[in-house]
C-alpha cells in the first residue's frame, strides 16, 4: 500500500485556490494540522464566520485535491470559523430559557389551524435524532443510540424519515423488501433487535428519490402508521438533516417526546445546529440534550489525541442555552468502520470504548425521558435484575 505523508497533501493543498482566487490554501494559513490514519486524511479550513455558506465549494475543492493522491482513501475536510482577538463564537439569538413540558402533556401548535398531535398504536415514546446540517454523524449517533436504549432494556425501534438519504440498511447491515401484511400495513425489518422501517428498504440503493414536499410528507406518514410496529417502548426517528418543511412538518404532527440534537464541535456546525434547536422550541418539543459527535481524535499510531475539528463546542452550547449535553463521541476508525459494514459498535463491541460513549448517552437520555414524564405517565419499564 502506498503511504501518504503529510507534506504529500500539503502539496497537493497548494493547488487550491484561496477566497476570492488569491493565492492558495496552504500559504494562507487556512489549512489546520493535517492527520493521515489508515490512508485517510483529515484537517479543516479557517475561514470567516460570515463567509461560511459562500465558501463551501472552497472546501469541496480541497477534499477533492485530496482525493486525487495516490494511496489516498478517502478525506475529511470540515470548515471552522475564524475569530477576531477577544470575540466570542457567532450566536443566534439567546431564547429564554424555558422549562420544557412533560413529555405526555399535549404540545401547542405551532399555528391555530394545525392538526393535534396523534399517537401512534403500541409505541410509548418517540423521540428525534436531529442535526443542523449533513455530514455530522447523526445517522450513526442514532442507531447507536438505539441499541444502547436497547441496552437498558426497552423495546426499541428506529424509523429512518430521511427520504433522500436512508442510512438504516447499510448501518444495520439489512437488505430485502419488507413483507406486505393485511392491507397497507408493512412488517418491519429487524436485526440487532431493533424493527427498522426506510425508504431504503423500498427503493434501490442507487435510485435517485426527486419527490416534492406532499409526497415526503406522506411516505413519511406511511412509515410512521403504516408499519406494525408491534409493543415499544421508544420508536427513535432518525430526521432528516436541517430544518426544512419535512423536518418541520414532522416535528409539528408527531407526538415527540423530545429531541436530540447532534453536531460537531466546530463554531459553523453549531450555527446549523441552534437552528434545529430553535426549531424543536417553536414546536414545543423538549430537547433532551446535545451531543458532540468528532470531538476529538485519537490518532492510531501514536496513541495522541487531537482537536481536528476544536473541542467542546457543543458542551458550551449547551451551557449557554440551558439544554443538557449528553456526551462526546471521538472521531474514530472503528466507528466508521464498523457503520459502513453494518456492525454498529454498541452491538458487536459494546465492551469497547467507543460503545462506551454511545451507552452513557442512551442512559443520560433514558434519565431524561423519565425526568419529563412527570407524574409518571407513559413512564419507561424498570429494569430488574435477577
Known amino acids: 500500500m502506498v503511504s501518504v505523508t503529510k507534506e504529500q497533501v500539503l502539496a497537493k493543498l497548494k493547488s487550491v485556490k484561496g477566497p476570492d482566487l488569491e493565492g492558495n490554501i496552504v500559504d494562507l494559513g487556512l489549512v489546520s494540522e493535517v492527520f493521515i490514519a489508515d490512508a485517510k486524511v483529515y484537517f479543516s479550513l479557517t475561514v470567516p464566520a460570515a463567509r461560511a455558506q459562500e465558501l463551501e465549494p472552497l472546501r469541496e475543492a480541497a477534499e477533492r485535491a485530496t482525493k486525487t493522491i495516490p494511496g489516498v482513501k478517502g478525506a475529511m475536510v470540515a470548515l471552522t470559523a475564524s475569530r477576531e482577538p477577544g470575540s466570542t463564537a457567532p450566536t443566534a439569538p439567546r431564547p429564554a430559557p424555558q422549562r420544557a413540558a412533560p413529555a405526555h402533556a399535549p404540545a401547542k401548535p405551532a399555528q391555530p389551524q394545525g392538526k393535534p398531535k396523534t399517537d401512534v398504536p403500541g409505541i410509548a415514546t418517540i423521540i428525534a435524532v436531529s442535526s443542523g446540517k449533513g455530514g455530522v454523524g447523526k445517522s450513526t449517533t442514532a442507531v447507536n443510540l438505539a441499541l444502547g436504549l436497547q441496552a437498558t432494556g426497552l423495546r426499541v425501534g428506529i424509523l429512518d424519515a430521511d427520504i433522500y438519504g436512508p442510512s438504516m440498511p447499510r448501518l444495520l447491515g439489512i437488505s430485502g423488501r419488507p413483507e406486505q401484511l393485511e392491507g397497507r400495513i408493512l412488517k418491519p425489518m429487524e436485526n440487532y433487535g431493533l424493527k427498522v422501517m426506510s425508504m431504503g428498504f423500498l427503493v434501490d440503493e442507487d435510485t435517485p428519490m426527486i419527490w416534492r414536499g406532499p409526497m415526503v410528507i406522506s411516505a413519511l406518514n406511511q412509515m410512521l402508521r403504516e408499519v406494525a410496529w408491534g409493543e415499544l417502548d421508544v420508536l427513535v426517528v432518525d430526521m432528516p ?146
Open 241 to 386: 438533516p436541517g430544518t426544512g418543511d419535512a423536518q418541520l412538518t414532522m416535528a409539528q404532527n408527531v407526538p415527540l417526546a423530545g429531541a436530540v440534537i447532534v453536531s460537531t464541535p466546530q463554531d459553523l456546525a453549531l450555527i446549523d445546529a441552534r437552528k434545529g434547536l430553535n426549531m424543536f422550541n417553536k414546536v414545543n418539543v423538549p430537547v433532551l440534550g446535545i451531543v458532540e459527535n468528532m470531538s476529538y481524535f485519537i490518532c492510531p499510531d501514536c496513541g495522541g489525541r487531537h482537536d481536528i475539528f476544536g473541542h467542546g463546542g457543543a458542551r458550551d452550547e449547551a451551557a449557554r442555552i440551558g439544554v443538557p449535553f449528553l456526551g462526546e463521541v471521538p472521531l474514530a476508525m472503528p466507528i466508521r468502520e464498523t457503520s459502513d459494514a453494518g456492525r454498529p459498535v454498541v452491538a458487536t463491541a459494546a465492551d469497547g470504548p467507543h460503545a462506551k460513549s454511545y451507552l452513557e448517552i442512551a442512559a443520560k437520555v433514558r434519565a431524561r425521558l423519565e425526568e419529563l414524564s412527570g407524574d409518571g405517565a407513559r413512564k419507561m419499564p424498570e429494569i430488574v435484575f435477577e
